[in-house]
C-alpha cells in the first residue's frame, strides 16, 4: 500500500506565504514525476506544479513566480513554498504522484488534500 499524506495548509493573509509537504510512504520502488493540483469551490482541480523525477517543473501560469516546487528523493517527499498569495489561490491542494511498487507495478496516487484560504 502506498499513502501520499499532505500537510501545511490553513488560513494566511493576503500577500503572506505558506509551505505544503507531502510525505509519500508504503510499499515505494521508485518515484516518477510528482506534483501538486488544486481545485477551489466550484471549480475543476487543476495543475499547480509538477516535478519530474530529474528536477524539471511545470508550473501554471497563474503561480509562476509566485510558487516553487521542490522535491527530496531521499525523503519521498516534495514541497510547495507559496509566496505572495491572493484570494483566487484559495482551494484544496492535493499532492500527486506516480509511484512504482516493489511488486514493479507503476500506479498514480492522490493526497487526501490540505485545505487553503488566502483571506484577511
Known amino acids: 500500500q502506498v499513502q501520499l499524506v499532505e500537510s501545511g495548509g490553513g488560513l494566511v493573509q493576503p500577500g503572506g506565504s505558506l509551505r505544503l509537504s507531502c510525505a509519500a510512504s508504503g510499499s515505494i520502488f521508485s518515484i516518477d514525476a510528482m506534483g501538486w493540483y488544486r481545485q477551489a469551490p466550484g471549480k475543476q482541480r487543476e495543475l499547480v506544479v509538477g516535478?519530474?523525477?530529474?528536477?524539471?517543473?511545470n508550473y501554471a501560469d497563474s503561480v509562476k513566480g509566485r510558487f516553487t516546487i521542490s522535491r527530496d528523493n531521499a525523503k519521498n517527499s516534495v514541497y510547495l513554498q507559496g509566496n505572495n498569495l491572493k484570494p483566487e489561490d484559495t482551494a484544496v491542494y492535493y499532492c500527486?504522484?506516480?509511484?512504482?511498487?516493489?511488486?514493479?507495478?507503476?500506479?498514480?496516487?492522490w493526497g487526501q488534500g490540505t485545505r487553503v484560504t488566502v483571506s484577511a
Open positions: 516535478i519530474t523525477s530529474g528536477g524539471s517543473t
Open positions: 500527486n504522484a506516480n509511484i512504482q511498487t516493489y511488486s514493479r507495478v507503476w500506479s498514480n496516487y
